[in-house]
Each structure stands twice: as C-alpha cells, then as structure tokens.
C-alpha cells in the first residue's frame, strides 16, 4: 500500500513552531550544555559522514569533491570548531562602564537568545550556506527550523535524515519542500530570519513580512520579523585589475574564485572585470592560459568544474549568453551541452553596459571584461530644439537609450562605474599600488573587499559576512553569527544607597544646575553646582 504524504502547510507550521517555542521557553536551550551537545551532534554529522554529504553534492551540482570538501565540509567543521572553541566567552556578560548619573552602579550587557528562528537556505552551497546559519543560532541558544533548497534535493534529503539522527529534535527541526512549504513557514511568527537566496524568493518574503501587523520594527514598519539576509535583489560583484602585477597569480585568483567555486554560482564569485583598454589583451590571453592549464583543451567535459544546476538556471545563462549584442562579443569559451546541463568557461569583451548579462548577477561561468563605461549624457545645442529628447551612444544619435560612451583610461575611472550600480556582496581589486589599494577601500562600498585575491575573505571567520543595501541586510560568521541571533539585553544594577534627592520634586533651579553639570558637566562643574544649591 502506498504511503500517503503528509502534507505541510500553514496549520502544519503554526503547530511545529508551537511546539518549538514551547521547547524555548522551557529553557533548555539557554544552558551552556544542551548548546554544546548540539553543536558536538554538527561535528558528528560533518566528521561521520563526509563522503555521503560528497555524494549527496556531486548528484545535485556535480560538484568536485574537493570543491565540496574545502568549501562546504570543511568550512562547516572550521565554523563548528570556533563556536564549540568559544561558546563559553560568547555566553559571558560584558561588564561596562556606568556613570556619574548613576552612581553607585553595575552594568553588564547579557546575550540573551531570540526564541524560535528559521534559516532559510540556497542550493549553490548546500551544506555550508545551511548548517553555518544553524550553529550561530544554536549557539546563541534558539530553537530553530531549517528549510534547506528544493533546487538541491540529494543535499536537503541528507540534511533531514542527519539532523533527525544527530540532533534534539524537540528543538531543532528540517522542513523539506519547495514553494508552499516555504510560504506555509513564512505565514508563522518567528523571532528572526536568516535568509540567503535571490531576487525573486527575497521580494515573496519581504512581502510576506509586510502582511504581519502584529510586530513593529524600531523604524516603525510592520514586519513579520528581524531579519538576517545575506543576499539581497541582484549583485554584481566587481573586480578591478591594475596594471603592474603579477598577472600570472592574478589569473590563477580570478579562475579559481570563478570557475573553481561551483562553476561561478556563488555568491561572490566575480562577475564581471574592468580593466583599462590597453591592459585587457594582456588579462585575456593570461585567462585564456590559466583555464586551458587548469581544466584542459575540452573545458566542456572537464571532471574539475561543476554543472549547471537545473534546466532553468541552464536556459537562463543561454539566453545571457545568446542576447544578440553580446553573441558576437565571446573571446573564449561559450560550448554548451544542454543535455548534461554544461556551459564551458567563457569570456566575454566590452558587452554593452544595457545588455542583460549586465543588469543582472550572472551566476554563472561567463565572465565580462568591460574596458569602457556607458553612462546618460545630454546632447545640447546638437539637434536644436528637440536636443532633450535624444542622447549619444556609440557616436549616433539615439533617442531610445540614455547611454553614452566613455573609454576607462585610467583603473580609477572604474571606481565610478562600481559605485554608479548596486552595492555589491563583494568586491575585488588587484594592485601593487598602495594609494589606489586605500582609494578603492574608501571609495566602493560593498559588503566585503579583497585585495589580490578572490573569494577566500570567507574563510576568515573574525570577518563578518553580508551585504550592504540590495546585496544584504545583517551578517554571520563566526562571533557575528551568535551576534547576529541574540539580543543584547543592557543590564543595571543599583543598591539602595546614594539615593541622590536631586532627582525628585520640588524643583529647584539649584537642582537644575546640579543635574545639568552631572549629565553634561566636569568635576567643576559639579562642583561648582553644589555650591549653588547650598545657597538656595
């Protein structure tokens, strides 16, 4: 007889997180034990069972095993170990300074968990961009719900059946499903969200939020609750390449950071690259090298590059890629094999700054090299009277497209182009010049920076990892993933001497003078106040 499927829907969720803040506020999940034998059941998972959780990869994304050892094993293992390494000193109270105003006084501020919290995950890394999440708020001592990525179904089945096995489930739980469980997960009360994906999952939450009118942010908007997105709309995460370096580290850095990390869908794998117009030959004959020792002369069947996830994600890429204004724009790569979901290393030179693959994260193995900017520019005086309708593009005149064109003669030019779009995840600068090193620091915002390297900031887990604007709100790794689910409580404690009746009717202006010389004032000051007083 065949098995009926449980359905999971608003009525199922509202149950599950019931339960799951009952389980909260009962208080097991504050003491220092239930959270490290929980984080001990994460290093039983990642330590017991790696070649499943490698086999689980390579089924959903044919991910290399080492890809998926260093990148999703491993970096889970490494954030597991600190936590378990300095989840005491987390949990401590942070003593503080007190003032004047209070004196005699103690103040500490106290981590306190949230409550109940849902993680919601991607498919391009599985594991890691799932359980990392899961081990801050375990830390901060949550309940907590995992929703893993249906676009990865071998990954979010392993992580179900390992977390039934290896943790409490009466406080930890995995939800599998796609669309309506998800929607189903969203309609509930959470105390926060953690969420990374893409543009279109992220607008359905924000606007699931704004139907809760039961919670009120600090700014005064309704939400369904605080959030944590590592990701926000569309990224596009930059690489600037100066002349005078060493080009042969430099190339060897970018393919790794784009085709070697899951075959550039990641997050903050580089999306496109500016270069001034003399120096782009040197950079694509030196990609053009590093692929071709790297991955072979076939790159379309190389063993060492991942796959594209699904059809759509496939059909997606191609359409990017076929665009009429950027087909004839290929300077390396563009093979594709449909039926096993495979798109070759590609590079692409000068596409049109209006193009698709331009106004939106790629997320994927073509990689543009832009050595010119396009940008509005009125032609006055030029066509008379009608001269505000029609703008300059490519040396005609064109009444369509506010674009114009603008060669990058200098690495500085790009710096305008990076910040004139959304603020990227990432961002990435190769230099030897330590002025334009300081300059691009202080100049891009962005949520993370590199200099001559790609991608490996994420393996530094004293660095936050997040976003600013549309490329993320909030972010984790390591202590800023037990930071970002807890709530820092502010405590003070007083005795009951130094009762001060300045503080208490009547009023006087003597009390006036004393109170604004402790707020605001020196020593003298007080002083001198007291000595007011006494003569009223």
């Not at 249906?150 to 669309?179: W, Y």
């Not at 359905?204 to 700014?219: A, I």
């Not at 903050?268 to 694509?284: E, Q, R």
Request: net charge neutral; aromatic share 8%; proline share 4%.
């Amino acid at each position: 007889m065949e098995e009926k499927k449980v359905v999971f829907d608003a009525e199922a969720a509202s149950r599950l997180v019931e339960e799951l803040r009952g389980g909260f506020t009962a208080g097991k999940t504050r003491t220092y034990e239930w959270r490290m034998s929980q984080l001990k059941g994460i290093m039983k998972i990642v330590e017991d069972h790696e070649q499943e959780i490698v086999e689980a990869l390579r089924s959903d994304l044919s991910k290399p095993e080492l890809e998926a050892v260093i990148y999703e094993v491993s970096m889970v293992n490494s954030a597991c170990s600190v936590a378990i390494k300095k989840l005491k000193q987390w949990m401590m109270a942070e003593k503080v300074k007190t003032s004047i105003t209070t004196f005699p006084s103690s103040a500490e501020i106290v981590p306190e968990p949230l409550g109940v919290v849902l993680v919601i995950a991607p498919w391009n890394y599985p594991f890691l961009l799932s359980i990392e999440p899961v081990i801050g708020a375990i830390a901060a001592g949550n309940a907590v719900v995992l929703k893993p990525s249906e676009v990865a179904p071998a990954s979010s089945s392993l992580l179900a059946k390992l977390f039934r096995a290896c943790m409490d489930n009466s406080l930890i739980r995995v939800v599998q499903g796609a669309v309506p469980e998800t929607t189903a997960l969203l309609e509930q009360k959470w105390d926060k969200i953690c969420y990374t994906e893409g543009k279109y999952t992220s607008v359905r939450m924000v606007n699931s939020f704004w139907q809760w009118k039961n919670w009120t942010g600090c700014d005064g908007s309704c939400c369904k609750a605080p959030y944590t997105s590592s990701t926000g709309t569309w990224r596009k995460m930059s690489t600037v390449v100066d002349s005078g370096i060493n080009l042969h580290v430099a190339s060897r850095r970018i393919v790794a950071g784009k085709w070697g990390c899951n075959s550039g869908q990641t997050c903050v794998a580089p999306d496109y690259i500016l270069t001034t117009k003399d120096y782009a030959p040197k950079l694509v004959d030196a990609l053009k090298h590093t692929l071709e020792e790297f991955y072979g002369k076939n790159q379309l069947e190389s063993k060492d590059l991942s796959r594209i996830v699904n059809s759509n994600h496939f059909s997606r890429l191609i359409k990017l890629l076929d665009e009429d204004q950027v087909s004839g724009k290929i300077v390396h790569g563009g093979e594709r094999d449909k039926s096993n979901l495979r798109i070759s290393p590609t590079i692409l030179l000068d596409v049109p700054r209006d193009s698709m693959i331009m106004n939106e994260e790629i997320f994927g193995p073509l990689l543009p090299i832009l050595t010119k900017d396009y940008f509005i520019e009125k032609i006055e005086n030029l066509v008379g009277e009608n001269s505000q309708n029609f703008y300059f593009i490519h040396g005609e005149i064109n009444s369509d497209i506010p674009f114009c064109l603008k060669q990058v003669e200098k690495v500085e030019d790009s710096f305008d182009i990076i910040n004139s779009g959304t603020k990227p995840l990432a961002a990435y600068l190769f230099t030897n010049n330590k002025e334009l090193k300081e300059q691009f620091v202080m100049t891009v915002s962005a949520g993370g920076m590199l200099v001559n390297d790609t991608v490996i900031h994420l393996g530094v887990d004293t660095l936050p990892f997040g976003g600013v604007q549309e490329s993320g709100m909030g972010s984790y790794h390591g202590k800023f993933s037990f930071d970002a689910f807890t709530h820092k409580k502010a405590v003070l404690c007083r005795g009951f001497a130094g009762d001060a009746p300045v503080r208490y009717p009547p009023y006087t202006k003597g009390k006036i003078r004393l109170v604004k010389a402790l707020i605001c004032g020196t020593i003298l000051g007080i002083i001198s106040a007291l000595m007011g007083l006494s003569k009223d």
